[in-house]
Each structure stands twice: as structure tokens, then as C-alpha cells.
């Protein structure tokens, strides 16, 4: 693979209310950017892009794919976002007044922390490793991939590449109108943030 492109999914109807986790779909605004997103990559060979088993990653990629004949869309399971256990489809306001203990402890080590339940960035960086080893055995000689992936998911996926200080890798800013550009060779290093939207 000499091209990795790496969305997130467009906004969902738990992102307007900060809600975690869950199977949300995207809303109008959400479906506007995969439509943007697939309009920036009209000219570009896309023969693998991988999502996660979630709805919001598997309706930005569909509609990436349309029409297209060249573009297979496959989801894999370690690509899914955290797993926030008790705290899943919970709201942040809602975490810091019924379990403050989860919240500050969170806040105190974001990394390290791991949900009742759940995984934490640490636990999940295995899964998440395993998913983009998968991606990049099953897409053989690919010249580009596509990973539609989550908030947590491509934080994990850029510190994998760029960020060495683990305590960073929870704050990494991963918009949903922009995509990473990674280009990883032992020569050559590249990582480019696009705006699509
Ligand atoms: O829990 C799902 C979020 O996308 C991860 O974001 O680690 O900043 O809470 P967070």
C-alpha cells in the first residue's frame, strides 16, 4: 500500500448530543460529507475500503462506493470504536453526574483508563493493530486504501504511524471534514491533513 486514507465517519445524531458509543446513523449533515468525501475521491482508485462493523462507518463508505466498480467496502470487526461498556450511548454530562468516579478517573489518565466493562485506549491499541494488519494483508498490492474508521480508532491508527507520547494519543484532534493522508515507507514519511467538506 503506498496510500493510506484515513476518514472518520460523518456526523451522527449521537454526535449532536455527545453520546458515546452505540450504533447511531448519520444525519443529513453526515450523509453531505460522505457524499463530499466521495466527490473528492472521484478520480482516485479506491479498490478496498475497510470500516467497521458500525452503521456510521458502513453508510460513509456506501455512499463513497456507489457507482463505482472498482470499490469493495469491508468491515471488520477490530476496526469497531471503544467499547465505553456501562457507559455506552451515555451522554458526557450524563457520565459526570451519575458516575463521577468513572469521569474523574478518566480525566486523571484518558489513556490508561479503562471503562467497566469496556476497553481503554491502551486495551484497544491491540485490536485496533490487528485490524490494520488484516486491511493491509487483504488489499495484497494496493496502491490506496481507504480506512473509514472512529474517533478513538484513527487516534489509535495515527499513533500507530506519527505519536509516540501515549499520553497525547486521546487528545489527537480527528475532524469529520478532513482526512489523514499516510504515506509510510522506510524512505519516506507523509502525513497530510485534507479538508474534503
Ligand atoms: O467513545 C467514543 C469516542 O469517540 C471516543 O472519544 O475518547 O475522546 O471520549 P473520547
Known sequence: VRNLYLARHGETFHNLENRIGGDSDLTAKGLVQAQSLAW????TPLPYVFTSTRKRTLQMAEL?????????????PELDEIDAGVCENMTYAEIARDMPEVHEERTRDKYGYVYPR???YATLRERVERGVRKALYLSGNAENIMIV???AVNRTI?????YRRTEDVPHIYIPQDRYFHIVSTPSRKVFE?????
Not at 40 to 43: I, K, V
Not at 158 to 162: K, M, N, R, T
Open 64 to 76: 463513497l462506493c456507489r457507482g463505482r466498480e472498482d470499490c469493495l467496502v469491508i468491515p471488520l
Open 149 to 151: 474508521g472512529h474517533q
Open 193 to 197: 491533513l485534507v479538508k474534503f467538506g
Open 118 to 120: 469496556g476497553e481503554g
Open 40 to 43: 473528492h475521491f472521484r478520480e
Open 158 to 162: 495515527l499513533s500507530h504511524f506519527l
